[in-house]
C-alpha cells in the first residue's frame, strides 16, 4: 500500500496541475453563486477569521440546515466537511465486538473509521442489476444481529447513484431498531436526486442524517458539513468530537447564503449535471463503454469498462496525462472495482466536452501504459 506522502504528492500534483478538470471527487465546480462569493469575501474583510465559531456552529445556520432538512424537532451540528461527522459517530458508536453493515460498494471512509475504533465492517454487495443495484430489506436483515452497532446508508450510493424509495428507508430504520443498531443515512448527494427521503422524516429515533457542502455548493475546500439527529444523539456525539473550536467561520457564511439561494441555485447546478450526464453517456458507449446506472441520482456516472479491453486504471492514467482527473472504481471498492471508472458530472460544460472529446484516446493510450502509478 502506498504511504501517506506518496497519497499527498499525487493530489499535490493534481492541484498544480493547469486548467485540470475535476472530475474524479463529485466535488461542485460550477461558478459559484454571487451571494455565497460575497458572504465569504465579507467574512474575511471584517476579519472573522480571527475568531472561534461557536463550537456547534451559528445557530442561524443550525436552524437553517434543519429547515432545509424537513428535520422537524431534530438538531444540526456543524462539522469540519461531512467526513468529520462520520468519524465523529463512529468514535462515539463502533467498539470491539461490535459490527457497521453497509454495502458494497460504499463511501470507504466510514468503514475505515470502524476498524480503527476495533468494530468489524460488514459488507453487503450490491453491485448486481438483478436487485437493482441496490441494497434489499432481505439482504440487510440477514446481515444484522445483536453485534451491530451501526448500520450506513449512502442514499444516492456513491459511486452508482441509486436511490432509495420512502419504504426502503422505514424498513431499513425498522431493522436497525430490531437489534438496537443507530442508522447513519449519509445524505451528502440528496439535492442531486428526485423524491430523496432523508430517514428524519420517517423514523427520527436512533438515527442520524450526515450532509456535506462539497458537492451541492461547491464548498469541498473550506470544509463544511453537518450531522443531524435527535438532541440526545447531538449531545452524545458532540460529547466524542474533536472539533471543540468550532468549523471555519468563513465556510459557515458561505453555507448560511448559500441555503438561502439554493432553490434558484440548485436549478441552475442540476440543469448543467443533467446535459453533461446525457453528453457523457453518449460518448461512453460510442467509445464501447455501457452506463449501469444511466439515471443516476448522484452528481456521478459509473462507467463500466469491460469492453474496451483496457483497466479502469489505465485509462484513469491517461485522462490524468491530458489533465482530466477521473476515478478508477478500487477507490470504492476492492471487489467490484475493476469493472468500471467513475466521472463526476457536477463540473462546467467546457470540462465534459473535454472528457468526451478525449475518451477514445485516453482508451488508445490506456493500451500502451504498463506501469501505472499509484492511484487514490
Known amino acids: 500500500m502506498a504511504d501517506a506522502r506518496t497519497r499527498n504528492r499525487y493530489f499535490d500534483d493534481l492541484f498544480s496541475t493547469p486548467d485540470l478538470a475535476w472530475m474524479g471527487q463529485n466535488t461542485n465546480h460550477v461558478p459559484a453563486h454571487p451571494a455565497v462569493a460575497e458572504a465569504m469575501i465579507r467574512s474575511v474583510e471584517a476579519g472573522e477569521f480571527n475568531a472561534y465559531a461557536p463550537p456547534m456552529g451559528f445557530e442561524a445556520l443550525r436552524s437553517a440546515i434543519v429547515a432545509d432538512l424537513g428535520a422537524g424537532s431534530a438538531e444540526a451540528l ?5 467526513v468529520n461527522a462520520l468519524a465523529m459517530i463512529c468514535k462515539a458508536r463502533a467498539k470491539p465486538g461490535t459490527t457497521l453493515v ?12 470502524a476498524e480503527q475504533a476495533g468494530a468489524e ?12 443495484f441496490k441494497l434489499t430489506p432481505e439482504a440487510l436483515r440477514a446481515a444484522v444481529d445483536e453485534r451491530c452497532a451501526i448500520i450506513y446508508i449512502v ?16 424498513a431499513f430504520a425498522e431493522i436497525a431498531r430490531s437489534v438496537g443498531a443507530l442508522m447513519i443515512h449519509d445524505c451528502t448527494y440528496r439535492d442531486f436526486a428526485d423524491g430523496h427521503t432523508p430517514v ?15 458537492k451541492w455548493l461547491g464548498l469541498a475546500g473550506m470544509r463544511i458539513g453537518t450531522l443531524v439527529a435527535e438532541p440526545k444523539l447531538v449531545d452524545e456525539f458532540s460529547a466524542a468530537s474533536t472539533s471543540v473550536l468550532g468549523a471555519s467561520v468563513v465556510a459557515q457564511r458561505a453555507a448560511m447564503a448559500g441555503l438561502s439561494v439554493k432553490p434558484e441555485w440548485m ?11 446525457a453528453m457523457i453517456v453518449t460518448a461512453a458507449e460510442t467509445a464501447g463503454l455501457s452506463v449501469p446506472v444511466p439515471v443516476s441520482h448522484g452528481n456521478f456516472l459509473v462507467l463500466e ?10 485509462i484513469v492514467e491517461a485522462a490524468r496525462r491530458e489533465g482530466v482527473m477521473i476515478r478508477q472504481g478500487r477507490y470504492h471498492t476492492a471487489a467490484f472495482g475493476d469493472r468500471f471508472i467513475k466521472v463526476s458530472t457536477s463540473v462546467p460544460g467546457a470540462w465534459a466536452e473535454r472528457f468526451c472529446e478525449g475518451l477514445p484516446r485516453y482508451i ?3 493500451r500502451t501504459l504498463n506501469d501505472i502509478p499509484a492511484l487514490f
Open 121 to 132: 465492517v460488514v459488507q453487503i454487495p450490491i453491485y448486481d442489476p438483478a436487485t437493482s
Open 364 to 366: 488508445e493510450t490506456a
Open 305 to 314: 469498462t469491460a469492453g474496451t479491453g483496457v483497466s479502469p486504471e489505465a
Open 102 to 113: 453497509t454495502t458494497d460498494p460504499t463511501w470507504k471512509w466510514p468503514c475505515l473509521f
Open 200 to 214: 428524519l422524516q420517517v423514523a427520527p429515533e436512533g438515527t442520524v442524517v450526515s450532509l456535506s457542502f462539497s
Open 78 to 82: 456543524v462539522t469540519e466537511g461531512g
Open 267 to 277: 436549478q441552475e447546478v442540476r440543469r448543467l449535471d443533467r446535459a453533461n450526464k
Open 155 to 170: 442514499d444516492p450510493n456513491n459511486p452508482l447513484g441509486i436511490r432509495y424509495e420512502r419504504e426502503e428507508i422505514t
